[in-house]
């Protein structure tokens, strides 16, 4: 009996004791999820970097469409916080940070798009990539009721580009002295993009070396970037060449009109006097002989010369990523430019463009834009040279020789194309001789019916 008593309360005990532990397990368990976990300082950094790209990635939608209203079509309670940050291009990566101490976990799931996932945020976009005025981070957002709601483009109507634009530089360069470019004979800048480090070292190493020459000059032009590893890879990039200008733009392909604009402002500043300008990328191949030939024998003033486009008509195909609305341009024809892989502009119209350029309605072609509308609204006079090849052909080095630029060339073709032209071992000018193609025998040559002979005595017209 006394056995069965001890068994009994043993029992009991040892399912008190299982029951007390489950217990404690789930508390602990509640209490985990309940409480906030901490975040370091290097946390927090990380965080805010991660809301600073997506607030950054907001002001970079497409100036040539309207503006995104993500429309939260949620129920119940909402725990809703309004930060407002500066205009995105007025202040760089570091500056422009999204504050939310208490919804740092909201922040971290946001994404670098931010119509992708919108479950935890509500964006309120200006037009264009000129500011982001307020944003909202909501709590308890079923994803599933979040709709994107776009206007149509009629809702918007084509804005000044000055509303765009924002002036200023926040990487500059020492490449012209303290005579603004006086010297030089040629300024050559480069439109690169903030990750194209191997790009810009192909160049560097290659046709890049004409920056050795005192009368030219070379930089690299970027926009900012949506990473900051890359800003501040850029920041070192130009403390150790001294070749990189940053504009205040995100670097997007519709933003390329800034890009370019923000070129003639930083030439207008700093290189006003240059006799030419250059304007290139760094997926092309400049052969710098034939062209400090041209500018040397170019004598006209306010003139662009390159490759000229006339009557080229407008996109209409909305899947292009050349469309323009008719609205926007509703004329048959551009008017005549120079197209946007390499063209040279004469230093006295620099300023010019830039200013009147602010001045007009904003275009995202900046070869249309700049060479096109803007010129000739300016009366400046193109020129058309065939060097000027401005697209993609056979890497041939007498051909390669002969022409001034050279589109969509590879970082390991510029090598390679470089070597070849520089070693001169072909020489191009030297005919090449004919090559005797032999005409192939045919069988039915062979088969032929043979005449018979037949002689005439002229004398008598006798056959015999």
């Known amino acids: 009996m006394a056995v069965r008593w001890k068994t009994g309360v043993g029992k009991v005990l040892q399912t008190g004791l299982a029951a007390g532990v489950a217990f404690t397990l789930l508390l602990l368990v509640v209490t985990i999820n309940i409480k906030t976990p901490s975040i370091t300082p290097r946390a927090s950094q990380n965080v805010d970097h991660v809301a600073s790209r997506a607030l950054q990635e907001a002001a970079s939608i497409d100036p040539g469409i309207p503006p995104s209203d993500l429309d939260l ?4 309670d909402e725990s809703v916080k309004v930060v407002e940050v500066p205009p995105i291009a007025q202040g760089g990566t570091d500056e422009i940070l999204a504050k939310i101490p208490d919804l740092k976990e909201e922040a971290k799931k946001m994404s670098v798009d931010p119509t992708k996932k919108i479950a935890t945020e509500k964006i309120k976009v200006t037009y264009g990539a000129a500011a982001v005025s307020k944003v909202i981070v909501t709590k308890s957002v079923d994803k599933k009721s979040v709709t994107p709601v776009v206007s149509s483009e009629f809702e918007n109507p084509p804005v000044l580009t ?5 002036k200023g530089h926040t990487i500059s360069s020492e490449i012209c002295s303290e005579n603004k470019g006086s010297d030089l004979r040629l300024l050559v800048l480069v439109t690169s993009a903030p990750g194209h480090r191997l790009e810009r070292s192909a160049v560097r190493g290659t046709w890049g070396h004409i920056a050795l020459r005192k009368d030219v ?21 130009s403390r150790i060449y001294d070749d990189i200008i940053q504009g205040n733009f995100m670097d997007t392909y519709n933003n390329l009109t800034l890009k370019t604009m ?17 304007k ?54 551009y008017p005549d430019f120079n197209t946007g892989p390499a063209y040279v502009l004469t230093g006295d119209i620099v300023k010019e463009l830039y200013r009147e350029s602010l001045n007009n309605t904003f275009y995202k072609l900046e ?3 700049i060479t096109g509308i803007i010129a000739k609204k300016l009366r400046i006079d193109h020129m058309h040279f065939d ?16 022409a001034i630029s ?15 032209v520089s070693d001169g071992l072909e020489d191009c000018d030297k005919p090449k001789p004919r090559k005797i193609v032999k005409t192939p025998v045919q069988v039915k040559d062979f088969l032929r019916p043979v005449k018979p002979l037949v002689h005439v005595n002229k004398m008598t017209k006798t056959f015999y």
């Open 387 to 402: 060097q000027f090849i401005n697209r993609r052909v056979a890497l041939e080095t007498c051909k390669v020789k002969k």
């Open 367 to 369: 070869d249309v834009y």
């Open 280 to 333: 290139t990328d760094d997926d092309m191949y400049i052969n710098f002989p034939p062209l400090l030939k041209l500018v040397s024998a170019v004598k006209r003033p306010r003139l662009i010369f390159g490759k000229l486009a006339q009557k080229w008509k407008p996109i209409r195909n909305m899947s292009s990523k050349y469309y323009i609305p008719p609205r926007l341009y509703p004329d048959a024809y």
């Open 162 to 166: 000055s509303t765009l634009y924002v």
């Open 262 to 278: 923000s070129m003639l402002e930083w030439a207008s500043e700093h290189c006003s006097r240059t006799k030419f300008l250059l």
């Open 73 to 76: 079509n949620s129920k119940g």
């Open 217 to 237: 000059a070379l930089a690299f032009f970027v926009g900012q970037s949506r990473n900051y590893t890359e800003n501040v890879l850029l920041k070192e990039e």
């Open 406 to 420: 050279i589109h969509m060339v590879k970082t390991y073709e510029m090598y390679d194309l470089w070597k070849r």
